[in-house]
């Protein structure tokens, strides 16, 4: 039988928001167990449908406890659970991620925080491929399903680039990410875990694109 995610999780989740102190979660540690368990069997099978159109390289459970130390929000735990899967090798940049909450359970991917380096090689390809860049955001099937590209931005040019570049929107960006919410209804269904791979199946011709940049120079030769 296929692995699926419950109103009982999102239940525990929901109470976990209200109560979020360390003695009610011992008292409620057998509820927390068995949600982690549920939602690490989704994600090792949503893991395997991957591998099936992408290669990935490992899988990533984060854990629900928040390091407060340098956090003005002293609550102890996070009100999701969460999880994310890398693709493997040069060839392959982006990665998958998804996040299971109470009324904000969501499916992302992209590049979060692009190191110095490969930011600009990722701008400067924008400038490169600009028309063939747009195309890709604007194709029915990033447009309906994501609703376009989120992320943070600079609120001018970066620096050493022309602001008034007709590109500038695009390299303004810091994080290139394509997002997409979840109700509860459709996230405890019994297909959801086909719903999730179809959009981690969406995002794919987005991450290869964003790779050939990250890859090649502007004479098509590997850094």
């Known amino acids: 039988m296929s692995a699926t995610l419950s109103k009982k999780s999102l239940d525990f989740l929901k109470d976990l928001s209200q109560n979020n102190d360390r003695n009610w979660f011992a008292e409620h540690k057998a509820r927390?167990?068995?949600?982690q368990a549920e939602f690490k069997a989704f994600m090792s099978e949503v893991h395997d449908e991957l591998n099936k159109i992408d290669v990935i390289e490992k899988m990533k459970i984060f854990r629900i406890y928040r390091d407060v130390r340098f956090s003005k929000n002293k609550a102890p735990y996070k009100t999701n659970f969460s999880g994310g899967f890398s693709r493997e090798g040069k060839m392959r940049r982006g990665g998958y991620f998804f996040s299971f909450e109470n009324g904000e359970s969501f499916v992302g991917g992209g590049f979060w925080g692009p190191e110095s380096k490969d930011l600009k090689y990722i701008r400067d390809g924008i400038l490169r491929e600009e028309d063939a860049y747009r195309s890709l955001l604007a194709s029915k099937e990033i447009q309906e399903h994501?609703?376009?590209?989120?992320?943070?931005e600079l609120k001018t040019a970066p620096r050493g680039f022309d602001k008034n570049h007709s590109a500038v929107d695009l390299i303004r960006k810091?994080?290139?990410l394509l997002t997409k919410q979840y109700d509860e209804n459709v996230v405890t269904s019994s297909d959801f875990k086909d719903i999730l791979v179809d959009s981690?199946?969406?995002m794919k011709p987005y991450f290869d694109f964003m790779t050939e940049l990250l890859v090649f120079d502007e004479n098509g030769i590997e850094r």
Do not use: C, D, R, V
Not at 146 to 152: K, V
């Open 146 to 152: 994501f609703g376009g590209l989120t992320g943070e």
């Open 200 to 202: 981690f199946t969406k």
């Open 174 to 176: 810091k994080q290139f």
């Open 32 to 35: 927390y167990q068995q949600a």
